[in-house]
């Protein structure tokens, strides 16, 4: 018997680290997301293959059912990470994993691991889809982080979300953006870890209240703009507002400064995708600037 499930990639569009603290973020499923397929056998084994966009193998690692350990990887800090989740999942549903005598499991990435589009959520939403459990409650046993992530693995719009009293609430958003022809998406060729940039904006001493309401606002009307111009005001007022209040440096300026559109951080700052506001001409211009992936904003979303 052979199971397969499905989770959608995804970007934060507004929002980003004050979601954290229950801030209205507003966020999008992406084209590319991850497979998981699960075959039973009688290896009385755990035997896990991950494959990458390209159809190369990543990582292999091989697990006794019974205990849950370690037998054989090929990379010990991923095949520890997996364990973890594994043995997380079993905490939420003891009869996970005791129900065959073996199994066979893919995995399989629509993207390049370094994009930043999830290749962490996309797993722990198809495990938790596989044990029958809350993806949510996996994640915050495992990953931590305010579970966006988990919500655009499920969904096949773009979403608002934010955290109420420890919960997710998610509303689905209307997809048409009017200039959607002027936005891309740019990689900066490096990879954000994202427990990290939470753990440092955790031991922040702001006013997070005061955080929350601004950076709010400006999600809502991020979401509901409909011209270039109120957009590109609102990115740089999000940035500006990231900038002052978490000391980081914005991006425009510190890479970009002869850039004519508005460009705005996504995530961690720092690494992975750039939103920018722009024409014809903005791929070549990151391009020449050694950025070779750059991608129309209606390429991305699902």
């Not at 052979?2 to 999008?28: M, P, Q, R, T």
């Not at 849950?68 to 800090?77: G, P």
Request: proline share 4%; with cysteine.
């Amino acid at each position: 018997m052979s199971k397969s499930f499905y989770s959608n990639g995804k970007l934060l569009l507004a929002g980003e680290y004050a979601v954290l603290d229950g801030a209205h973020a507003w966020a999008i499923p992406t084209k590319f997301g991850q497979s998981l397929q699960v075959s039973e056998n009688n290896s009385s084994l755990l035997s896990w293959k991950s494959y990458d966009e390209k159809g190369s193998i990543w990582f292999e690692g091989l697990y006794k059912i019974e205990p849950l350990s370690e037998v054989s990887n090929s990379d010990a800090e991923m095949a520890s990470t997996l364990l973890n989740i594994l043995l997380e999942a079993q905490k939420l549903n003891p009869t996970f994993l005791v129900e065959s005598n073996g199994y066979e499991v893919e995995t399989k990435l629509d993207f390049p691991k370094n994009w930043g589009l999830g290749t962490s959520s996309t797993l722990i939403n198809n495990v938790a889809n596989w044990a029958n459990i809350n993806p949510y409650t996996l994640l915050k046993a495992t990953f931590d982080g305010s579970g966006y992530d988990i919500a655009c693995a499920q969904h096949d719009l773009p979403i608002s979300f934010h955290i109420n009293e420890g919960a997710p609430v998610v509303v689905e958003v209307k997809k048409e953006i009017p200039f959607a022809d002027a936005l891309y998406f740019i990689h900066l060729n490096q990879k954000k870890n994202s427990r990290e940039a939470i753990s440092d904006y955790g031991n922040l001493n702001i006013d997070r209240d005061a955080f929350v309401s601004k950076i709010s606002a400006i999600s809502k009307r991020m979401i509901g703009s409909q011209t270039l111009q109120d957009f590109e005001w609102l990115i740089s007022s999000h940035e500006n507002e990231i900038s002052e209040t978490l000391g980081l440096k914005i991006v425009k300026s510190s890479l970009f400064s002869d850039y004519w559109g508005a460009i705005k951080s996504l995530g961690a700052w720092g690494g992975d995708f750039i939103l920018a506001t722009g024409n014809e001409e903005t791929p070549d211009y990151f391009q020449k600037k050694g950025y070779p992936t750059v991608i129309p904003f209606n390429d991305m979303i699902l």
